[in-house]
Each structure stands twice: as structure tokens, then as C-alpha cells.
């Protein structure tokens, strides 16, 4: 088959080393030495003349040529081209569009369309988007399929395809753990799915809005409270009012307050002192949903219950004083008692307030997930993410510095999802120790959870960054 292009720019070389033998090809341009570089590629006929000649087409073997295609970097050398293969009645016409702006001209003509600034820009677009897998457009450029990952934050992510219905797009297919799940109605889309959406190109903004937009949750998708426990005026004033500053500046709906039942209490001055803190915890100034669950026993195993039992999104609990000097005994034995309740828990110096949050950067499912936490706090609470990543010292021998790099990238592409900004702070160093710094009063450092059961002897590196820091820190368990 004979196939005549009109055009020996980049595109048309790129396409006759990747026809086939099977081709007979013609190459038509004004210029004599384009021509002499294309036909070193490989064995091809050339014609010197302007393609938007009758003539010079002609010449070219237009009236036996099943493709034209016209490929120069003019469209109105293309558009014409297109026009004379049309009356020519060749059988296929290819049309390289240079300006997007003049889509409709060549639609006009009933041709094939290739654009190349759309394709550039939509691999750039797939490039920077952390959530869009693929794109492609189809139906002459009026629809487009693109393919989303779909992420904890997503505002589709737990939905029924009815609830999200639309006349201008469908969800054509989801990918589920490796197995293709073709949705109806009642499918449900959740974390991790790959979904596949076809809809009008018009409607381009509203679909990424819908499948990759992010919706702060946390702690929505562990539970609706925060529960703490209050032992005494010091709680009070330090521990409860920290709990009640992380209602107020995340998405959980109320406190819940685990104190001793004064009644349980044998002490007359304790149980009136327990039952004038429980009267201040109830009055406006924590400005936030109050519940008391009264317990006559332990108070952790009271905490413990009201999660187990009750909608609880995170835990609070003090940071013993002793755990500044013995980090390896107080905080994991802290944690081995709250982490199976399986929500995050935060561990409180009692201060005041935070107004930054810390997120080591790392890409695991622990630190994903750490991260995730961290700017969905950060939106709802109005603040920036410094994300920390640490590189190995160069004396260690291996350099991950462009990991950590990339890992920083990626929370902020995550982060601008939800208007969030990203601090990038990239060092070589000791990560316990870069954490423990960064990890100031004024800030909530927010980490995943460790896995099992803590040893006092060999903590891991979340639990040494709390106790070395000198700020509130959040254990955030992965998956979540």
C-alpha cells in the first residue's frame, strides 16, 4: 500500500521507522535537505514541491495512494492537504494538528486527528497527577477516558456508583486487586481501586474534581471521637483542653471525657475535687461536644472500653513525665496498651496548641499513611506539613537522596490536592534526630503506628523521634 506524507519533520521520521515493509512510501516537503535526511532512514521516494499543489500531489501518486497523511508544521498546509486528498477520494486522511484551537477545521473535514500538544499535555498532566494512571480521547477528540487511583481522601472513595451518577460520564470498569469488577449500581468504590471513567471531554474538570479531588476525613475514618481520660486538675488543664484544640481542628464530631465515677471514689476531698472537674469540663470554654463516661475502675481499661464500644477516632493520653528519660519503657508500654484499639492515639506533652504539622516522608503504606493523616489534619486545621525526609549520611555508602527527594514530592502533589502547602525539608542526617528537632512545642508530629508489640530495648524509630521531641506526637495505625 502507498501511503504519501506531507511533511519531513520530526513526526513524519518518527513514522516511517515504524511502518512496516509493507508500505510504499512517498515523502512530499519544499525542502532538499529535510528530504535528503528522511530518505537515509529508509528506502522511501521523495518529491520536492509544496504538498497544497494539485500537481505536486499528483506527482506523488495521490490518485493510487490509500493514506495521506499531512504532517507539516503549518495548519493550513495540513488543512489543505487534507482538502485535496479528500476530493482525491483517498481512502484515509491523517491530519497532525499543530493548533489545538483549529480542532473543529479539521473535524469539519471527517478526517483522522492527531493533536499533538493534547497528547503532550495529557502525559505531562498523567506525570504530575499523582492519581491519574492513564488518558486517551477517542470519538474525534469529543470524549476521553481516563483511568484514576482512587485514595483514602478521594470524595467518591466509599460511594456507590448511584450515589455519584452522572449524564455526562460512567465508570466503565474498576480494577480491584488485580481483577477486573465490572460496576453496576450498588458497586461501591473503594481505596486502591483503579477506575476507569469515560465521559464528554467537555466535562474534563468536573470528573478529575470528583475522582481525584481530596475531602479531609481524618479521623472520620477511624471513628467520630476523640476520647481522653482525667484523673485530676492537671488533665484538665493540660491533657483535655490538647484533646479538645484536636476536635476543634480536625473532623471529629466530639470529646469524650473517661473520668472516675466520684461515687466509686473513697476520699470525700477526691471525690469532690473529681466532681468540680467534671462540672468545668461540661461549661463552654473546651468549645467543643462534650460526653462523660463516669468508670469506677482503671481509667485506661475505661478508655479502652469506650472504644471498643463507641464511635472513637482517636485516643489521647499524656506522655508520661518519665518517658523523657526513659523513652524505652514509657511510651511503648503506653502504646502496647492503646494500639489495639486500632485508631490513632495521640500522645500529649499537654501543650496549648499546634499550628504545624511534622510527617516524615517516606514512600511505605506506613508512610503513605502517615502522610495522608497528616495533610488531611493540616486542611481542616488551616495549617502547612513539613515534610521530613533524612537521607543516608554519604560516609554509609549508599546515596537514597533522590528517594527522599521524590518521596517530599509526592506529599506535596498529594497535599495540593487539598490546598495544602508542603514545607520540603530534605537532609542527610540521623532520622530520629532530624524528627526530634523538627518535633517543637509548636508543632504535632504525626507518624504510622508500629507493628506489634513494642520492646523497651529496641523501640523503633517513631517512638525514639516522640520521646527525643519536645512536642505532641500522633501514631497513626497503617491502612486507616
Known amino acids: 500500500m502507498r501511503v504519501i506524507i506531507v511533511g519531513a519533520g520530526a513526526s513524519a521520521r518518527d513514522l516511517i521507522r515504524r511502518l512496516g515493509d509493507n508500505w510504499a512510501v512517498t515523502v512530499v516537503d519544499p525542502d532538499e535537505d529535510r528530504l535528503a535526511t528522511i530518505s537515509k532512514i529508509r528506502d522511501i521516494e521523495t518529491v520536492l514541491g509544496d504538498g497544497t499543489s494539485a500537481l505536486i500531489l499528483g506527482k506523488a501518486g495521490i490518485d493510487g495512494a490509500a493514506v495521506v497523511v499531512a504532517a507539516s508544521g503549518d495548519d493550513d498546509v495540513n488543512l489543505e492537504v487534507a482538502r485535496l486528498a479528500r476530493a482525491a477520494d483517498v481512502e484515509q486522511v491523517v491530519g497532525l494538528v499543530r493548533l489545538p484551537g483549529r480542532l473543529d477545521e479539521y473535524r469539519e473535514l471527517g478526517i483522522d486527528i492527531i493533536a499533538p500538544a493534547l497528547l503532550a499535555a495529557r502525559a505531562m498532566e498523567v506525570a504530575m497527577e499523582p492519581r491519574q494512571v492513564t488518558s486517551t480521547t477517542f470519538a474525534d477528540g469529543r470524549a476521553e477516558a481516563i483511568e484514576f487511583e482512587i485514595t483514602p481522601d478521594s470524595p467518591v472513595e466509599g460511594k456507590?456508583?448511584?450515589?455519584?451518577?452522572?449524564?455526562?460520564?460512567?465508570?466503565?470498569?474498576?480494577?480491584?486487586?488485580?481483577?477486573?469488577?465490572?460496576?453496576?449500581?450498588?458497586?461501591?468504590?473503594?481505596?486502591?481501586?483503579?477506575?476507569?471513567?469515560?465521559?464528554?471531554?467537555?466535562?474534563?474538570?468536573?470528573?478529575?474534581?470528583?475522582?481525584?479531588?481530596?475531602?479531609?476525613?481524618?479521623?472520620?475514618?477511624?471513628?467520630?471521637?476523640?476520647?481522653?481520660?482525667?484523673?485530676?486538675?492537671?488533665?484538665?488543664?493540660?491533657?483535655?483542653?490538647?484533646?479538645?484544640?484536636?476536635?476543634?481542628?480536625?473532623?471529629?464530631?466530639?470529646?469524650?471525657?473517661?473520668?472516675?465515677?466520684?461515687?466509686?471514689?473513697?476520699?470525700?476531698?477526691?471525690?469532690?475535687?473529681?466532681?468540680?472537674?467534671?462540672?468545668?469540663?461540661?461549661?463552654?470554654?473546651?468549645?467543643?461536644?462534650?460526653?462523660?463516661?463516669?468508670?469506677?475502675?482503671?481509667?485506661?481499661?475505661?478508655?479502652?472500653?469506650?472504644?471498643?464500644?463507641?464511635?472513637?477516632?482517636?485516643?489521647?493520653?499524656?506522655?508520661?513525665?518519665?518517658?523523657?528519660?526513659?523513652?524505652?519503657?514509657?511510651?511503648?508500654?503506653?502504646?502496647?496498651?492503646?494500639?489495639?484499639?486500632?485508631?490513632?492515639?495521640?500522645?500529649?506533652?499537654?501543650?496549648?496548641?499546634?499550628?504545624?504539622?511534622?510527617?516524615?516522608?517516606?514512600?511505605?503504606?506506613?508512610?503513605?499513611?502517615?502522610?495522608?493523616a497528616a495533610i488531611d489534619i493540616a486542611r481542616r486545621a488551616g495549617m502547612k506539613v513539613v515534610g521530613v525526609a533524612v537521607a543516608n549520611p554519604l560516609f554509609m555508602g549508599s546515596d537514597d537522596l533522590k528517594q527522599m527527594r521524590d518521596a517530599t514530592a509526592w506529599l506535596r502533589r498529594e497535599a495540593s490536592v487539598q490546598d495544602v502547602d508542603v514545607e520540603r525539608h530534605v537532609v542527610r542526617g540521623n532520622l530520629i534526630k532530624v524528627l526530634a528537632e523538627a518535633n517543637t512545642t509548636d508543632s504535632l508530629l504525626v507518624v504510622a503506628m508500629p507493628q506489634g508489640r513494642l520492646s523497651r530495648i529496641r523501640p523503633g524509630t517513631a517512638v525514639w523521634a516522640a520521646s527525643r521531641g519536645s512536642g505532641s506526637v500522633l501514631f497513626v495505625p497503617s491502612g486507616g
Open 160 to 372: 456507590a456508583l448511584k450515589e455519584i451518577h452522572s449524564e455526562q460520564w460512567v465508570v466503565a470498569a474498576i480494577l480491584r486487586d488485580g481483577n477486573l469488577v465490572v460496576p453496576h449500581g450498588i458497586t461501591r468504590i473503594l481505596t486502591g481501586d483503579r477506575v476507569t471513567v469515560v465521559g464528554s471531554a467537555t466535562d474534563f474538570a468536573q470528573v478529575v474534581r470528583t475522582f481525584a479531588g481530596g475531602v479531609s476525613r481524618f479521623p472520620l475514618n477511624f471513628g467520630s471521637h476523640v476520647v481522653v481520660a482525667m484523673s485530676d486538675a492537671h488533665d484538665r488543664q493540660s491533657v483535655v483542653a490538647e484533646a479538645a484544640f484536636f476536635v476543634r481542628n480536625t473532623n471529629a464530631v466530639g470529646l469524650t471525657i473517661v473520668h472516675r465515677d466520684p461515687e466509686s471514689i473513697k476520699s470525700i476531698v477526691s471525690a469532690e475535687e473529681m466532681t468540680r472537674l467534671i462540672a468545668t469540663a461540661t461549661n463552654e470554654e473546651l468549645d467543643v461536644e462534650i460526653a462523660l463516661r463516669p468508670v469506677a475502675g482503671n481509667l485506661a481499661d475505661g478508655v479502652m472500653a469506650v472504644a471498643a464500644e463507641e464511635s472513637v477516632g482517636t485516643i489521647v493520653a499524656p506522655m508520661a513525665a518519665r518517658s523523657m528519660t526513659r523513652p524505652y519503657s514509657a511510651i511503648p508500654a503506653l502504646l502496647n496498651k492503646l494500639a489495639p484499639a486500632g485508631v490513632p492515639v495521640l500522645l500529649t506533652r499537654g501543650g496549648p496548641a499546634f499550628n504545624e504539622i511534622v510527617a516524615p516522608a517516606r514512600r511505605t503504606i506506613s508512610g503513605d499513611t502517615a502522610g495522608r
